[in-house]
C-alpha cells in the first residue's frame, strides 16, 4: 500500500486515458468491450507509473461523463479492477488504485554481479562507464604528489578538504551561482551525500516526493531511512516534468523533501527546462518542502547544442540554498570508483550535516579528494569529461541502433544526455525479461526498481555502458530474452506473461 493518498480528478483521468488511445494497437487487436477498454486502461496507467498507487479515483457518475460512456462501464470497470486487485472500495468513502499482493515480481538486476559471472554475462545494471583514462592514472599520480602536508594531520575532514570545498564553491560561482567554502560539503558519492540529507530532514514517516520513476537505489535509500515516498508522475517525454501535478502534491502532501534529478533524469534521460526548474523551486518554497536537486548528470550533455543551451542549474532559483540543496558527484562525468560527491547548501545546513557526520562515516578518504581537486585545478577534469561525451555518445548509438533491429517492438526516446535508455518492452513484463535475461546472458535491471509500489513492470532501463560489437550482442540476447518470455520457456517454475492487454 501506498504511504500518502493522493486524487486523481475525472477530467485528468480522461486526459490520461486519451493520451493513452494514441498508442498503436498491437497487430490483430480485437477491440474489447467498453468496460473491459476502460479497466485495462486504469490499469495500465497504474502499472507505469501514470495514476500512483492509493490514489483515489474520481466517483463513477463523475468518470462517466468525463469519458462520455455510461455510469454502468465505470462500475463494471471498477468492479473489473477490484477482482484484479488493481482497486480497492470502502462503502461511502471511495475506491483507491491498488497492485495486486505479489506484484511487483522479483526485480533482478541492479545487486552486484557476482564474481564468476564477470565475463560471460554483459551487465547492464549500472550505469556507469569505465574510468577515462590517461585521466585516473594523472590524477592519482597528481594527488600522491600533493599527499605529504596531509599526512601530518589526523586526516578526518568531515566536511572536505579545505582545498576541495573551495574548488567546487568555485565551480558553481563560475556557473553563476555565487557560492562559498563553508556552502558545500565533500561527501561519499551522491548516495552518501542524499543518505545525510535524508536523516538530517526526513526521518522516519516523513515524506519526501519523489519523480516517478526515480533513480532506483536513492529510492530504496530512501525507504530503507523510513520515509514515506510520494510518487509524482512523469510527464510524456523528454521534458517530462508536469509542474501542475507536482504544485499539487507539494501543496496537498506538504513534504519534507522532494527529490528531482532534473539533468538527464535517471532513468528517462529527461532534461527540466528553466521554467519547470523556476516553477518547481516556488512550489517547494511555498510548501515549506526541500528540494534535492541531484546533479550527477549534468555535465553529461551528448549533444553540442545542448550543452551550449544548458538550463541554469536549480538553485539559480535559490542561491541562498535555503530550499534548494544541490547534489553532486564526480561518479558519472568521471569515475564512480573515486566514490566523491559533494553537498552544496545553505552554511547552516552544511554545518548540521557536518555534526551528523561524526556518526557515520567521519569522512571521505583524503587521497581521493586530492585526486579530484588535481582534475578540477588542472583542466584535467574538462578533458576526461569531454571522453566521457564521446564514449557515451558512441555507446548510446551503438546500443539504439542494436536494440531496433532486434526489438523493432520496443518504444523509447533517444535522451540528449546522460548514461541510460527507459525501453517500454513491447508488452512484455520487464521482470520476466531481467529474469529470463539471466538465462541468456544479459544483466538488467527491471522496470520495477525505479517505481514505487510496483510501477513500471512493462520496462526496462538500458544504460550507455557498451558499444559496439558488445551492443548488438547485448540486443541479440535481450531479443532471445524476450522470446523466452513470449513463448512461455522462461524457467520450469515461471509462466511468462504479458502484462498489458
Ligand atoms: C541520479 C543519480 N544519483 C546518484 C547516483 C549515485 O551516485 P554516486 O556514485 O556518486 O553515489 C547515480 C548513479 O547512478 C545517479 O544516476
Same mark, same amino acid.
Given at each position: 500500500m501506498?504511504?500518502?493518498?493522493?486524487?486523481?480528478?475525472?477530467? &485528468?483521468?480522461?486526459?490520461?486515458?486519451?493520451?493513452? &488511445?494514441?498508442?498503436?494497437?498491437?497487430?490483430?487487436?480485437?477491440?474489447?468491450?467498453?468496460?473491459?477498454?476502460?479497466?485495462?486502461?486504469?490499469?495500465?496507467?497504474?502499472?507505469?507509473?501514470?495514476?500512483?498507487?492509493?490514489?483515489?479515483?474520481?466517483?463513477?457518475?463523475?468518470?462517466?461523463?468525463?469519458?462520455?460512456?455510461?455510469?454502468?462501464?465505470?462500475?463494471?470497470?471498477?468492479?473489473?479492477?477490484?477482482?484484479?486487485?488493481?482497486?480497492?472500495?470502502?462503502?461511502?468513502?471511495?475506491?483507491?488504485?491498488?497492485?495486486?499482493?505479489?506484484?511487483p515480481?522479483?526485480?533482478?538486476?541492479?545487486?552486484?554481479?557476482?564474481?564468476?559471472?564477470?565475463?560471460?554475462?554483459?551487465? $547492464?545494471?549500472?550505469?556507469?562507464?569505465?574510468?577515462?583514462?590517461?585521466?585516473?592514472?594523472?590524477?592519482?599520480?597528481g594527488? $600522491?604528489?600533493?599527499?605529504?602536508?596531509?599526512?601530518?594531520t589526523?586526516?578526518?575532514?568531515?566536511?572536505?578538504?579545505?582545498?576541495?570545498?573551495a574548488?567546487?564553491?568555485?565551480?558553481?560561482?563560475?556557473?553563476?551561482?555565487?557560492?562559498?567554502?563553508? &556552502?558545500i560539503m565533500?561527501?561519499?558519492?551522491?548516495?552518501?551525500?542524499?543518505?545525510?540529507?535524508?536523516?538530517?530532514?526526513?526521518?522516519?514517516?516523513?515524506?519526501?516526493?519523489?519523480?516517478?520513476? #526515480?533513480?532506483?537505489?536513492?529510492l530504496?535509500?530512501?525507504?530503507?531511512?523510513?520515509?514515506?515516498?510520494?510518487?509524482?508522475?512523469?510527464?510524456?517525454?523528454?521534458t517530462?516534468?508536469? @509542474?501542475?501535478?507536482?504544485?499539487?502534491?507539494?501543496?496537498?502532501?506538504?513534504?519534507? @523533501?522532494?527529490?528531482?534529478?532534473?539533468?538527464?533524469?535517471?532513468?528517462?534521460?529527461?532534461?527540466?527546462?528553466?521554467?519547470?526548474?523556476?516553477?518547481?523551486?516556488?512550489?517547494?518554497?511555498?510548501?515549506?518542502?526541500?528540494?534535492?536537486?541531484?546533479?550527477?548528470?549534468?555535465?553529461?550533455? @551528448?549533444?553540442?547544442?545542448?550543452?551550449?543551451?544548458?538550463?541554469?542549474?536549480?538553485?539559480?532559483?535559490?542561491? !541562498?540554498? #535555503?530550499?534548494?540543496?544541490?547534489?553532486? #558527484?564526480?561518479?558519472?562525468?568521471?569515475?564512480?570508483?573515486?566514490?566523491?560527491?559533494?553537498?552544496?547548501?545553505?552554511?547552516?545546513?552544511?554545518?548540521?550535516?557536518?555534526?551528523?557526520?561524526?556518526?557515520?562515516?567521519?569522512?571521505?578518504?583524503?587521497?581521493?579528494?586530492?585526486?579530484?581537486?588535481?582534475?578540477?585545478?588542472?583542466?584535467?577534469?574538462?578533458?576526461?569529461?569531454?571522453?566521457?561525451?564521446? &564514449?557515451?555518445?558512441?555507446?548510446?548509438?551503438?546500443?539504439? !541502433?542494436?536494440?531496433?533491429?532486434?526489438?523493432?517492438?520496443?518504444?523509447?526516446?533517444?535522451? #540528449?544526455?546522460?548514461?541510460?535508455?527507459?525501453?517500454?518492452?513491447?508488452?512484455?513484463?520487464?521482470?520476466? @525479461?531481467?529474469?529470463?535475461g539471466?538465462?541468456?546472458?544479459?544483466?538488467?535491471?527491471?522496470?520495477?526498481?525505479?517505481?514505487?509500489?510496483?510501477?513500471?513492470e512493462?520496462?526496462?532501463?538500458?544504460?550507455?555502458?557498451?558499444?559496439?560489437?558488445?551492443?548488438?550482442?547485448?540486443?541479440?540476447?535481450?531479443?532471445?530474452a524476450?522470446?523466452?518470455?513470449?513463448?512461455?520457456?522462461?524457467?520450469?517454475?515461471?509462466?511468462?506473461?504479458?502484462?498489458?492487454?
Amino acid at each position: 500500500m501506498a504511504q500518502w493518498t493522493s486524487a486523481v480528478g475525472a477530467a &485528468q483521468l480522461a486526459r490520461l486515458l486519451t493520451s493513452q &488511445q494514441d498508442r498503436p494497437a498491437g497487430p490483430g487487436t480485437r477491440r474489447p468491450p467498453a468496460y473491459r477498454a476502460l479497466a485495462d486502461g486504469i490499469r495500465l496507467l497504474v502499472l507505469e507509473g501514470r495514476v500512483p498507487v492509493a490514489a483515489r479515483l474520481p466517483a463513477e457518475r463523475e468518470l462517466a461523463l468525463a469519458v462520455s460512456v455510461s455510469r454502468t462501464t465505470v462500475a463494471a470497470a471498477y468492479e473489473a479492477l477490484r477482482t484484479e486487485g488493481f482497486l480497492e472500495s470502502r462503502r461511502g468513502a471511495g475506491s483507491w488504485t491498488a497492485v495486486p499482493a505479489g506484484n511487483p515480481l522479483p526485480a533482478r538486476g541492479l545487486e552486484p554481479l557476482p564474481p564468476e559471472a564477470l565475463g560471460s554475462v554483459i551487465d $547492464l545494471g549500472c550505469a556507469s562507464l569505465p574510468a577515462p583514462e590517461p585521466w585516473l592514472t594523472h590524477a592519482v599520480r597528481g594527488a $600522491l604528489e600533493d599527499l605529504p602536508p596531509y599526512a601530518h594531520t589526523h586526516g578526518d575532514y568531515p566536511a572536505g578538504l579545505p582545498a576541495l570545498r573551495a574548488m567546487i564553491a568555485e565551480r558553481y560561482t563560475a556557473r553563476g551561482i555565487p557560492t562559498m567554502p563553508e &556552502q558545500i560539503m565533500v561527501t561519499t558519492g551522491a548516495m552518501g551525500a542524499i543518505d545525510a540529507i535524508c536523516h538530517l530532514f526526513a526521518g522516519r514517516g516523513e515524506r519526501i516526493a519523489v519523480e516517478s520513476p #526515480s533513480y532506483a537505489n536513492i529510492l530504496q535509500l530512501m525507504r530503507a531511512a523510513g520515509a514515506r515516498l510520494v510518487p509524482v508522475a512523469m510527464g510524456e517525454g523528454l521534458t517530462g516534468w508536469d @509542474l501542475d501535478r507536482w504544485r499539487q502534491v507539494l501543496r496537498e502532501a506538504a513534504p519534507r @523533501l522532494a527529490y528531482v534529478v532534473a539533468d538527464f533524469h535517471n532513468p528517462t534521460g529527461a532534461l527540466a527546462d528553466e521554467d519547470q526548474r523556476r516553477r518547481l523551486v516556488d512550489g517547494a518554497r511555498s510548501a515549506g518542502t526541500v528540494l534535492v536537486a541531484d546533479e550527477t548528470m549534468s555535465e553529461l550533455w @551528448l549533444e553540442e547544442e545542448v550543452g551550449r543551451a544548458m538550463p541554469r542549474p536549480v538553485s539559480a532559483f535559490d542561491p !541562498a540554498g #535555503s530550499t534548494v540543496i544541490t547534489v553532486g #558527484s564526480a561518479s558519472k562525468a568521471f569515475w564512480a570508483g573515486l566514490r566523491i560527491g559533494w553537498v552544496r547548501a545553505a552554511p547552516d545546513i552544511i554545518r548540521s550535516l557536518v555534526a551528523a557526520r561524526a556518526y557515520a562515516d567521519l569522512g571521505t578518504p583524503v587521497l581521493e579528494q586530492l585526486a579530484v581537486n588535481w582534475l578540477f585545478s588542472t583542466g584535467g577534469w574538462e578533458r576526461a569529461v569531454e571522453l566521457r561525451r564521446e &564514449q557515451a555518445r558512441r555507446n548510446r548509438d551503438d546500443l539504439v !541502433a542494436a536494440v531496433r533491429r532486434e526489438l523493432p517492438g520496443w518504444e523509447f526516446e533517444i535522451p #540528449s544526455g546522460g548514461l541510460t535508455l527507459w525501453v517500454r518492452a513491447g508488452g512484455l513484463s520487464g521482470s520476466r @525479461l531481467a529474469e529470463a535475461g539471466e538465462r541468456t546472458g544479459v544483466r538488467v535491471p527491471s522496470g520495477p526498481r525505479f517505481g514505487v509500489d510496483g510501477a513500471f513492470e512493462g520496462y526496462l532501463r538500458l544504460p550507455f555502458t557498451v558499444g559496439g560489437p558488445v551492443a548488438d550482442e547485448a540486443a541479440t540476447r535481450l531479443a532471445a530474452a524476450a522470446r523466452l518470455v513470449s513463448t512461455g520457456a522462461n524457467g520450469p517454475t515461471e509462466s511468462p506473461r504479458t502484462f498489458v492487454a
